[in-house]
C-alpha cells in the first residue's frame, strides 16, 4: 500500500464549508483533515458547539488512508436510523479523500424530507463539499544527514530530482555534509544509490525532524 494519497488541503484549525437549502431546511456542511480518530471527533464537539441551536449536527469520519475502514465513525445525531451518519460514511470512503472528516448541521425548515429524502440531501450535501475541497498529497517524510568528500557533490546534487530529495542545510568543512529530506518510500533507493556513487563512501545517517 503506498504511503501516498490525497487528503483535505487546510491549515491548522481550518475547515472548508459549504451549505444548501433544501424544501426550507438548511444544511450547512463542515469539512476538516483528520489525521486520527481523535482529532476527528474533537472536530465534531468543536461544530457543536458553533451550532448548539442546530436541529441535528450528523457526522461522518474516515481517519485512515481513501477507502479504508480501520478507523471511523458515523452519527445519525437524532434523524432517523441510518439516515444521516452512514450515508454521509459513505461519501467519504468512496470519494478518494484520506484523513477526513465532515458535520452537516441541519435547521429544521418544517418540511419533512421522508428517509429517502434525508439519504439524499445528506448524501448530497458532503458530495457538494468534497466537489470543492481542496486537496494535497500525503508524503511521509524522511530525514538524513549526508557525509560524502568534494569530489562528490556534484553527482550528489544530480541525484537529488529522481528521488523527490530536497537539500535543507549545508555545511562545509574537512568532509560536505547535507541535511536532506525526501519521501520515505525513496530513503533506502536514494541512501543506495548514493553508495553506488561514492563507492561506498558517503555516510548517511537518519536525522530526528526536530533537531
Not at 487528503?7 to 431546511?25: G, M, N, V
Amino acid at each position: 500500500m503506498t504511503d501516498r494519497y490525497p487528503i483535505p488541503h487546510l491549515p491548522p484549525q481550518a475547515l472548508h464549508r459549504t451549505e444548501q437549502i433544501i424544501k426550507r431546511s438548511r444544511f450547512i456542511t463542515s469539512t476538516a483533515h483528520a489525521p486520527s480518530s481523535e482529532a476527528a471527533r474533537a472536530f465534531v464537539e468543536r461544530i457543536r458547539q458553533e451550532f448548539p441551536d442546530a436541529t441535528h449536527n450528523c457526522w461522518a469520519f474516515a481517519a485512515g488512508a481513501p477507502g479504508h475502514t480501520a478507523r471511523v465513525g458515523f452519527s445519525d445525531d437524532g434523524e432517523p436510523h441510518g439516515t444521516a451518519g452512514r450515508p454521509m460514511l459513505t461519501v467519504l470512503l468512496h470519494g478518494g479523500v484520506g484523513e477526513i472528516v465532515s458535520v452537516v448541521t441541519r435547521y429544521f425548515g418544517g418540511i419533512k424530507l421522508g428517509t429517502g429524502g434525508l439519504v439524499r440531501a445528506y448524501q448530497g450535501a458532503v458530495q457538494e463539499n468534497m466537489g470543492t475541497l481542496p486537496t494535497r498529497e500525503r508524503i511521509i517524510p524522511s530525514h538524513l544527514d549526508v557525509i560524502l568528500e568534494y569530489a562528490f557533490i556534484e553527482r550528489f546534487r544530480r541525484l537529488l530530482p529522481a528521488h523527490e530529495a530536497v537539500v535543507t542545510a549545508e555545511e562545509f568543512g574537512t568532509d560536505a555534509v547535507f541535511s536532506v529530506s525526501l519521501p520515505q518510500e525513496h530513503a533506502s533507493a536514494f541512501a543506495l544509490a548514493l553508495a553506488e556513487l561514492t563507492d561506498g563512501g558517503a555516510l548517511v545517517e537518519p536525522r530526528d525532524a526536530e533537531t
